[in-house]
């Protein structure tokens, strides 16, 4: 079964004899002393999360096994599959199911566990009711697997092979670095992220404080560790520098393949400086280990790497249509013949380097062969194991079955709030060509909502477009698809696209509960240039009338909050009577995740119009709905809203150190993140005009203090930079502000500049037709035709502020108009 042309390479002839007595066993551990000492210091001091990355075969694995030689106390182990099944938390579950005696009294909370650990149910606290709300299941399970870790504790968490895990395991392993269980130590091993892709544990982690995790980075070995790996498994006291060369060369000092080379040579004696006697790679040294078995037994080996690093003796049977004798004779052959290792609970790989190896050695017909085979295996067990039949079907090249498995699969997991697996299982399913564009079409559907609030939206925006582009797509797809691409866009950050989409959409939505929300989200004005208000208050009459003819509650909602939100930035008072409601009202109060974005987004409308004490009691109310139901998406949003209401109040001591982490650490919520740069660019043009931030009166003194002009071209660029990517996107709100502050920058030095920058972002309110959102650029027009001794210059742009907020309730503006009538008497 295995091609192997290793005879033909040597020209034929007996096998060179293994011979095991030149081995001393398991290669011992050499270097990696400063990588152990860190892993040590930090286990030491718990709690911590580590996380150890390298590429394959690098030693991460060997090098965790010797902290745990010498480590006291309580090890919980787990180790992910390459292909698993849609379970969340399954590695976490694994690490503490064998627990049970071990536990003491548990928080209540641990009891959301029991339906997932059925064999704790007589130590587990009751299962509580369930949750309506997915978002806050899924916390609530977060928090129940951090409480029985605590139960657990002082102890170790050892995960491996972090690269394979659920997205609910990374969602937990990020929830864990930032809310630490006493006592716990977490050391998690992973592949390094290759250039222009990620994984959900890097990108999970990428989302927390840098101070939360602790990275530790395997390269390879050097040239003195191989020299000493090369001296005590040859059994050589002084080995030649050509030698430790030669290994290097061939190996690239990776540890695994470096261990494996050196059994070889010791295996086959001889002299180890032979030009042909160190294995170039790998693939060499597994060839060489194949040739003295006979077809049967290469026949197992190759079904064995088909199958997956642990072999299932009775599936192999199976599939070859053979007893368990003959299965377990060739699994013993090959475990003399050092291809597989014993782990404890089986025969299994030394690592996944060698079972691909072994894997590209079967030829491509006779692994189609197997895969399918093995799927036809697995279809008889329950319950049927989907994961694992999408990915040998597809590996067989039966696209149908694989379609119908990765459904199957995405399906479970949107069944298990797991929609970041969801949508990685079809996402795969929109690469088969065959697939009939009904079916295309029900997948990707599903693949939008799945990913609308996971981490496969830069990959799901491709594929909805492509359809999108099909003229033949039926009306209905086409206006469920477009309303979830534009959603994904906007989260983006792609403002002004996201929003066109959506506009699209709506004609082809038919039912009145899908066009209310869509209708919702057209009536927000701070998000998108190019629309008047006029157009937005149309969209939110359409809204209402939609979710009033659908009889759905949750339209209501959404039409209702959209309502609050745009009479909020127009400063009309019937804003807060809508606002008071809603809060009151059992509607809102059953959907805390809706809740918080509500309280989140009314907050930063208040901030707009210049209400802080309003913002405050919001954000405060929605910071508590957020660390109730652990929705981390508007983590991001809660620190922003703060931190603007630090600067609306003058709270500028730290501001802009706090706001740059922020930035730093918003990856996640690309219109936060634009939001908050231009927060952190304007705060900065504060700090530049007053050199501490401390007083208006200060602001254009901007040569007062020694080292203010780095001050000021730092700043400078920061906004220049925010202007460029608000008009790339089309976001408004950000692109006004950062355009006002740079005007205000720039007014003593530059002043025609900054009247331009000043005149832009009046342009640009003026389409949109709330003018209080121009107040600032407004008294920067003022000031600078005041200070060229004509006022009148800037009469009507004054005029027309005063005219745009008579009747409103803009504070902000107001006293923003009070100023320019100092410069521009009416």
């Known amino acids: ?62 090098l965790v096994a010797e ?148 990275r530790v980075a395997l ?8 020299r000493r790996l090369a001296a005590r498994t040859l059994r050589l006291d002084d080995p030649p520098q050509q030698l430790t060369a030669t290994l290097l060369d061939r190996t690239a000092g990776i540890p695994f393949v470096v261990e494996e080379v050196l059994r070889t040579l010791a295996e086959r004696g001889g002299d180890p400086l032979a030009d042909d006697s160190v294995p170039f790679v790998l693939r060499d040294v597994l060839l060489w280990r ?28 199976s599939v070859l249509s053979l007893d368990r004798v003959a299965i377990g004779a060739a699994l013993t052959a ?68 694989f379609v119908r498995n990765a459904e199957a699969a995405a399906d479970l997991a949107t069944e298990r709030g797991d929609d970041a697996t969801a949508a990685s299982f079809l996402l795969q399913t929109m690469d088969i060509a065959e697939l009939p564009r009904p079916v295309r079409v029900r997948l990707a559907a ?79 004005p701070d998000t998108v240039v190019g629309r008047h208000v006029d157009d937005h208050l149309a969209r939110c009459a359409e809204a209402e009338t939609a979710a009033a003819a659908s009889g759905d509650p949750a339209a209501h909602l959404a039409a209702r909050i959209a309502r609050a939100s745009l009479l909020l930035e127009l400063g009309e008072p019937a804003a807060w009577t809508i606002i008071s409601e809603l809060r009151a009202s059992a509607d809102l109060a059953d ?15 208040a901030l707009h119009a210049g209400h802080p004490e309003q913002a405050e009691a919001l954000l405060a109310a929605g910071r508590a709905l957020v660390d109730e139901t652990g929705y981390e998406r508007l983590a991001s949003l809660v620190q922003a809203t703060e931190l603007s209401l630090d600067r609306a109040a003058g709270r500028l001591d730290g501001l802009a150190e706090r706001l740059g982490r922020l930035v730093a650490n918003a990856e996640r919520m690309p219109v936060t993140l634009l939001d908050a740069r231009a927060e952190l660019a304007t705060v900065l043009a504060l700090i530049a005009g007053t050199g501490q931030g401390g007083t208006a009166e200060g602001r254009n003194d901007l040569r007062s203090t020694a080292g203010r002009r780095d001050d000021v071209e730092a700043a400078e660029r920061a906004l220049r930079d925010v202007v460029a990517d608000a008009r790339r996107v089309g976001a408004i709100w950000p692109l006004v502000q950062a355009l006002s502050a740079l005007a205000r920058l720039l007014l003593v030095d530059r002043p025609d500049e900054a009247v331009r920058h000043a005149a832009e972002a009046l342009s640009l309110v003026r389409g949109k037709g709330v003018l209080a959102w121009a107040a600032e650029a407004v008294l920067v027009l003022a000031e600078a035709a005041a200070a060229t001794g004509e006022p009148a210059r800037a009469a009507s742009a004054v005029a027309e502020l005063e005219a745009g907020i008579a009747g409103r309730e803009a504070p902000l503006a107001l006293a923003a108009l009070r100023r320019c009538r100092e410069f521009v008497p009416a």
């Open 334 to 401: 090959a475990h003399r013949a050092g291809l597989l290792h014993d782990a404890g609970d089986g025969l299994r790989f030394r690592h996944d380097l060698a079972r691909q190896v072994v894997y590209d050695l079967v030829p491509r017909e006779s692994r189609e062969w197997l895969h399918l085979r093995v799927a036809r295996v697995l279809e008889q067990e329950l319950p049927r194991p989907v994961a694992q039949l999408a990915h040998h079907y597809r590996r067989a090249g039966s696209g149908a079955d």
């Open 1 to 62: 079964m295995i091609d192997s042309g290793e005879d033909k390479k040597r020209g034929g002839g007996n096998p060179t004899p293994v011979r095991p007595e030149r081995l001393r066993g398991p290669v011992e551990f050499v270097g990696r002393a400063a990588e152990l000492a860190q892993l040590r210091r930090r286990v030491a001091t718990p709690p911590c999360l580590i996380l150890l990355e390298g590429e394959p075969g690098i030693g991460k694995s060997r």
């Open 219 to 226: 390269g390879p070995l050097d040239a003195a560790d191989v």
């Open 591 to 605: 959907r805390p995740r809706e809740h918080a974005r509500a309280c989140l987004n009314w907050a930063q409308g």
């Open 446 to 524: 599903k693949l939008g909502r799945s990913a609308i609030d996971g981490l496969s939206q830069a990959e799901a925006i491709p594929v909805l477009e492509r359809l999108l582009a099909d003229r033949r797509l039926p009306p209905g797809a086409r206006g469920e698809l477009g309303l979830v691409l534009g959603r994904m866009l906007r989260q983006q950050g792609e403002a002004l696209r996201g929003y066109t989409e959506i506009e699209r959409a709506v004609p082809y939505l038919r039912a009145p509960r899908r066009k209310a929300p869509a209708l919702a989200v057209l009536a927000a």
């Open 67 to 214: 902290l745990l030689a010498d480590l006291p106390g309580r090890h919980l182990v787990g180790e992910c599959d390459d292909v698993p099944e849609p379970f969340p938390l399954g590695v976490l579950l694994d690490a503490i199911r064998g627990c049970a005696d071990r536990l003491g009294p548990l928080n209540p909370v641990a009891g959301a566990l029991a339906p997932l650990l059925p064999e704790l149910a007589d130590v587990l606290p009751d299962a509580p009711p369930p949750l309506t709300d997915p978002a806050a299941e899924r916390h609530r399970l977060l928090r129940a697997v951090a409480a029985v870790l605590a139960a657990l504790s002082p102890a170790t968490l050892l995960l491996e092979d972090l690269h394979w895990a659920d997205p609910a395991t990374c969602e937990l392993l990020a929830y864990l670095s930032t809310h630490p269980v006493e006592g716990l130590a977490v050391v998690l091993t992973a592949r390094t992220a290759t250039p222009g892709s990620s994984t959900p544990i890097h990108d999970a982690l990428a989302r927390t404080p840098p101070w939360s995790v602790t």
């Open 290 to 317: 194949l040739r003295p078995l006979d077809e049967a037994t290469r026949e197992v080996l190759g079904a064995v790497a088909v199958l997956g690093m642990t072999p299932d003796q009775r599936i192999l049977a």
